[in-house]
């Protein structure tokens, strides 16, 4: 067995060294690492696949923080996919459905969108992107939260979503959303996530609200996740929106609590 890892890893090592003369030589040709990406996710088991996805999302969420750089030309996000197509090939995954136990949890985003609002896969100053979670309750709704900022003015800001299963397709959570809440502070020795619960049952420590619940449910546009792969671990979906995007978005969460 340690060979055939030694192996494999001289095989990841050679397609990446493939994949970087070639883009070198040639910036134009950047579809040609897919196909490289291709042939090394044919070559790993699941747990190897994941840590690679892991690797790579966790690699450009640094370059999402550090550098604010985004995927406008879906060249990141190209490079995810046939690691993960290759994935639910090993571990097929029964429909959403049926995985609604598994789903829910507590998730931070690894990589994904940073703009909900727009087809342009841009990193803004909005969020703090290392800490943006979802709290996914099995009983049909969800918290998005995250650290945000609007000049120099810091808050938690909670957004609550409702999902029923979808009637077109297997694997989606259509989704609408009923509520924005906001916290003017952390919580003291815990972690942001759980201001989910406490805004479910209206018990945020300092909470502000600048919304009615018909101004969000009217105005903030629904969507639906399609939940492609759910483990233990990890998480992979892609989003749709109503109206801002329609090509999917790809998300790569890891779980950080269990409910």
Not at 15 to 33: R, V
Request: hydrophobic share 40%; with cysteine; proline share 5%.
């Amino acid at each position: 067995m340690k060979t055939l890892s030694t192996l494999k890893n001289i095989l990841l090592a050679l397609i990446l060294l493939c994949a970087n003369t070639i883009t070198a030589l040639n910036p134009s040709e950047a579809t040609t690492t897919d196909s490289q990406m291709e042939a090394l996710s044919m070559t790993l088991d699941v747990e190897e696949l994941k840590a690679e996805i892991l690797a790579l999302a966790s690699e450009y969420g640094r370059l999402a923080l550090e550098e604010r750089e985004g995927d406008e030309t879906l060249e990141k996000q190209n490079s995810l996919v046939p690691l993960v197509n290759r994935l639910i090939a090993l571990n097929p995954q029964p429909p959403a459905s049926e995985r609604i136990s598994t789903i829910a949890g507590v998730w931070r985003q690894v990589w994904g969108p940073y703009n909900y609002r727009s087809e342009e896969r841009i990193v803004t100053d909005e969020f703090k992107v290392d800490e943006i979670y979802q709290v996914v309750f099995e009983e049909g709704y969800y918290y998005n939260v995250s650290p945000s900022k609007f000049f120099f003015f810091e808050y938690i800001s909670l957004l609550r979503g409702e999902f029923s299963i979808s009637e077109t397709k297997p694997n989606g959570l259509d989704v609408r959303f009923t509520n924005l809440d906001f916290n003017f502070t952390r919580p003291k020795n815990a972690p942001i996530w759980e201001l989910a619960a406490l805004a479910e049952s209206k018990d945020l420590p300092r909470p502000f609200n600048i919304f009615p619940d018909h101004i969000v449910e009217n105005n903030f546009e629904g969507g639906t996740l399609n939940e492609v792969y759910t483990d233990e671990t990890l998480r992979i979906l892609y989003g749709t929106s109503e109206g801002s995007f329609k090509v999917p978005f790809i998300y790569i969460m890891e779980r950080v609590s269990d409910l």
